[in-house]
Structure formats: C-alpha cells, structure tokens
C-alpha cells in the first residue's frame, strides 16, 4: 500500500503562481483531485497529504475544502504567516479543522538565515501546542541554518521536503551530504523522498543518477524517518506518476516487506497523525 505525503492542487493563477516559470508550461493548468486519481492509476494508493503551493491563508483554506470533499486527502499541510504578531490566533483558527496536520512557511526564496529570525523562531515555537508539524522546503545551501532550527527545537516534529533539494543535474554532492549528515542527528527531523526528478535533468536522467543520494539519506535516517511522496503534479514535468514511484520500489525492492511498509505507508500516517 502507498501513502503519498506530499502532493499539490491548484486552479491555475498566472498573476498568483509566478513560481511557476515559461519552463514548466506543463503544468500551467488546474490540477484537481480527480485528475491526481487518474494520474495514479493504482488502486495500492490509500491516500494522500495535500501541500500548500501558494503563500497565503486562502490556500490554506481551499486545500481544506478539499480534504473535506475528497476521501483521497487524509491531510493538509497548510500556509500560515508563521511571522504575524497574531500566529497563535491564526494556528488556533485553522486547528479546529481536522484535516490540518502541519504547516509550510516556504523558506527557499529567503535568505540562508532567514529562519534563525526571532519572529520565524517565535511561530515555529507555537507549532507544538497545536499538535502540527513543520515541512521544511529549502534548498542544500540553506541547510546549514536548518541545522539550528532543528536543535533549537527537538520536541517540534520536522520533515525535509525533496531530500534538502540537492542539484543532481550538476551531480553537486558533498556539500549536501555533509549538512544532511547533521541534520540526520536529530531524531525529531524526518525526510521525505519526493521531488528527485525535477531536481535532475529533466529529459535525460537515469535511476542511477539517483543512487548516491538514497544511499546518504537511507543510512542516515533510516527506513523509519523516511516519507515516500510523489510531488505530483510537479514531477510531472520529469517523468509520470509511475516512473517516479518506481524509482523508490526498485531502490527498495530488496528491503523487507516491515520496511517497505513503513516508507511507503506508516511512516507518513504516524508523522502526521493519520
């Protein structure tokens, strides 16, 4: 069985979703859950965590809409401004609802530091007392700050979107091996194997390019703190739903079945309280 952790819908906004640039034209449209159901073509697939995509409280609102009006979103990870004086009355708000599982204040566009700010400290401080959990969404260069984040807050329940964004395009290794090693340190820090493909050459990667990097994150973490997600519909740009899962159950295809249930099922569900 297959629990997705990390998958998007949106209605295409070209003033809103700037972050989707004249490279990604595939995904320029709207992407319901409807269309995630025929992308899976796999009855195996139990559910899904709906991520936000969009900076804004509206996101938040219409993926919790969603989860409400759709069996296949067990979950949201949502969007709150994590920097706003109010953060504990805006947590509280959205809380009530019980498809809200985590939040994701984007940090990728920011500076390296940006999260070691008394503000941004101060929202993630309230995290805990509402039961959710933190999806960190950087790059590797930023990963050294995550590092504190995470020691500053070891009873707060982090997961690590798209493996830290490693550029395998450019096979860039050992700096993101070295941060990711000790971020692995902290028990409370999870990771997700999602978002791979986008991260390497689009048209022409191969299984192998990703080796190296399942390798580090295995050792490091574990099959306990390891969350399979599709990146649907981003990973679309690079490859369809099936080839992107086929790449973690090759890798994983000789690993015992406790094991593979855990990364592709129970792991998820008991991060985010399923």
């Given at each position: 069985?297959?629990?997705d952790?990390?998958?998007h819908?949106?209605k295409y ?10 490279s990604?034209?595939?995904i320029?449209?709207?992407?319901s ?16 965590i709906?991520v936000?995509?969009d900076q804004?409280e ?5 993926l919790?809409?969603?989860a409400?009006?759709n069996?296949?979103?067990k979950?949201?990870?949502?969007w ?15 809380s009530q ?9 984007v ?6 530091d940006?999260c070691?700010?008394q503000t941004?400290?101060n929202?993630?401080?309230k995290?805990q007392?509402?039961n959710?959990?933190?999806?960190i969404?950087?790059d590797?260069?930023?990963?050294n700050?995550i590092i504190?984040?995470?020691e500053?807050f070891?009873?707060?329940?982090f997961?690590l979107?798209?493996l830290?964004?490693?550029d395998?395009k450019n096979i ?6 070295q941060n990711?090693?000790?971020l692995a ?14 991260e390497a050459?689009?048209?022409n990667?191969k299984?192998e ?11 490091l ?6 969350l399979f997600g599709?990146d649907?519909p ?5 490859g369809?739903y099936?080839?992107v899962t086929?790449?973690l159950k090759?890798?994983t295809?000789i ?6 249930e ?8 008991k991060?985010y309280n399923?």
């Amino acid at each position: 069985m297959i629990f997705d952790s990390h998958v998007h819908f949106w209605k295409y906004s070209p003033q809103r979703d700037l972050w989707i640039n004249e490279s990604m034209g595939a995904i320029k449209k709207d992407f319901s859950p409807e269309d995630y159901k025929v992308a899976i073509q796999d009855k195996d697939v139990k559910g899904c965590i709906a991520v936000q995509a969009d900076q804004s409280e509206e996101e938040t609102v219409f993926l919790l809409k969603l989860a409400e009006e759709n069996e296949i979103i067990k979950g949201v990870v949502g969007w709150v401004d994590l920097t706003a004086g109010n953060v504990v009355e805006k947590l509280e708000k959205f809380s009530q609802n019980k498809y809200l599982k985590g939040i994701r204040y984007v940090l990728q566009d920011k500076e390296n530091d940006y999260c070691l700010n008394q503000t941004f400290l101060n929202g993630i401080s309230k995290l805990q007392q509402f039961n959710l959990t933190y999806d960190i969404l950087v790059d590797y260069r930023q990963l050294n700050s995550i590092i504190h984040l995470a020691e500053d807050f070891p009873e707060q329940p982090f997961v690590l979107d798209h493996l830290g964004k490693p550029d395998i395009k450019n096979i860039k290794y050992q700096d993101w091996k070295q941060n990711i090693e000790r971020l692995a340190e902290f028990p409370n820090v999870h990771c997700k194997i999602s978002g791979m493909v986008t991260e390497a050459d689009w048209k022409n990667w191969k299984p192998e390019n990703f080796k190296p990097y399942l390798d580090t994150v295995f050792s490091l973490f574990g099959t306990g703190r390891i969350l399979f997600g599709s990146d649907w519909p981003v990973c679309t740009l690079a490859g369809d739903y099936e080839s992107v899962t086929n790449l973690l159950k090759d890798y994983t295809s000789i690993f015992s079945t406790s094991e593979k249930e855990a990364i592709f099922f129970k792991n998820a569900q008991k991060f985010y309280n399923i």
